[in-house]
């Protein structure tokens, strides 16, 4: 799954199901998720696009959703391991972090918020009258992706100016990285997508 970075992930702040579109600096498409309202335990189809005709990757977690849960990620024809996703726990209450590892269980990369002061801000005037409107449009988190063996940053993730719907621009900063390791990272963000969805 070679991709034409950057991709621009995007989904409906008023859809009811969520629906999540990911798409290549040349408007193709790259992935397409429709997820389960209230869904307790996720179970996530990636499909190539909206007709669903085409099912590339899976993504189960291994609980209920908690602080502790892991994601795994499984390519959908073959049934092999990509990895998997966790949450570093309480330490992601202040600074949202994440080790990704790779099909053998290595921690590969992790991803982490630059400024968890704008998550805190958005919380807060997210709560004023009409104010909380406007929050998306000018307060807007960013995600680096850090490669553990070097300390060097890999893949970007910023929430983009938007009004009634979720809008992230994912750069690619190391040309190096592997198709594996692409899936791996864009999948993590994918996932990363719907927990700041389920924030506000």
């Known amino acids: 799954m070679a991709q034409q970075f950057p991709l621009s992930i995007r989904f409906k702040l008023v859809a009811l199901a969520p629906r999540m579109f990911v798409t290549d600096s040349q408007g193709q498409n790259v992935a397409y998720v ?14 190539a696009d909206e007709s669903r005709s085409r099912e590339l990757f899976k ?21 092999k391991s990509l990895g ?11 600074r949202s972090t994440y080790e990704v590892t790779d099909s053998d ?3 590969t990369f992790t ?25 998306g449009f000018f307060l807007n988190p960013k995600y680096s992706a850090i490669n553990t063996a070097t300390e060097q940053p890999v893949m970007t993730i910023t ?4 009004f ?13 990285l592997s198709t594996e390791d692409e899936q791996r990272l864009l999948l993590s963000f994918m996932l990363m997508v719907q927990f700041m969805r389920r924030r506000g």
């Not at 998997?84 to 202040?94: E, H, P, V």
């Not at 982490?112 to 409107?133: C, T, Y």
């Open 164 to 176: 009634f719907e979720g809008l992230f621009n994912l750069e690619k900063m190391d040309n190096s």
């Open 59 to 79: 993504i189960k977690a291994d609980r209920v959703m908690d602080f502790t849960t892991t994601y795994h990620f499984t390519e959908s024809g073959t049934g």
């Open 159 to 162: 929430k983009q100016p938007a």
């Open 105 to 107: 269980g290595n921690v």
């Open 34 to 47: 429709s997820q389960k309202v209230l869904a307790l335990k996720e179970d996530i189809t990636v499909f």
């Open 111 to 135: 991803i982490r918020e630059d400024n968890p002061w704008v998550k805190i801000g958005d919380a807060i005037l997210g709560e004023v009258p009409f104010l909380g409107m406007l929050t």
């Open 84 to 94: 998997a996703i966790k949450s570093k726990g309480w330490k992601s209450i202040w």
